[in-house]
């Protein structure tokens, strides 16, 4: 079992990124990898809101829904439960760092409609995980789309001092760059059996 939560961990982080494989949360990815201590603190946020969706979305799903027969509504609840911890997260960083509440500006309330944090719950359902899978699950993927940020961050910065032509400055060498890291990423297939 121990192993097993592992590569489900690893996956979630290299094999099958959100960001890198699945191609989700790409405008939050985009927006908030100018600089890195904006980038760690959303990247932290978001491996936070993921496990929580994680683990409540699979409570309400496997004790409320399925069993009542509401299945249908799955989207729409895991949705106001993603909008709920993004409030508290958000309530959270204003009290506690305001420069970070600062840095992360409009991207901090897109983490509600962030397309990896519905992901990561429906794909719970998908794989059918269990309660502790669906936690790995979550927190990897949440690590996994950190390290995108981290670092498309850290490029995007030293990009800043290198000599661009001037027809593929700004977004272009940014989407560019963000081509050439998925394909790396696709180098970890081969970490996962079969």
């Not at 420069?99 to 992901?119: D, E, F, H, M």
Request: aromatic share 12%; net charge positive; glycine share 10%.
């Amino acid at each position: 079992m121990g192993t097993e939560l592992v590569v489900l961990f690893i996956g979630a982080v290299l094999v099958n990124n959100f960001v890198f494989q699945k191609f989700l949360g790409i405008c939050p990815f985009l927006g908030v990898s100018n600089k890195i201590d904006s980038a760690v603190g959303m990247g932290w946020a978001v491996i936070f809101v993921m496990g929580l969706t994680g683990m409540i979305c699979w409570t309400i799903n496997a004790w409320i829904l399925v069993p009542l027969g509401l299945s249908y509504l799955r989207t729409i609840v895991y949705i106001l439960v993603i909008a709920a911890l993004v409030q508290l997260v958000e309530l959270y960083l204003k009290k506690t760092a305001p420069n970070l509440y600062q840095a992360l500006g409009i991207y901090l309330p897109l983490i509600t409609t962030n397309c990896a944090v519905l992901g990561v719950a429906l794909l719970n359902v998908v794989k059918n995980l269990n309660f502790i899978q669906s936690f790995i699950f979550a927190v990897g993927a949440g690590a996994g789309f950190a390290l995108a940020l981290v670092m498309m961050a850290s490029v995007r910065q030293r990009l800043e001092y290198s000599d661009i032509p001037p027809f593929l400055q700004g977004v272009p060498i940014v989407l560019i760059t963000a081509g050439l890291m998925s394909m790396a990423f696709m180098g970890f297939t081969a970490l996962l059996p079969g």
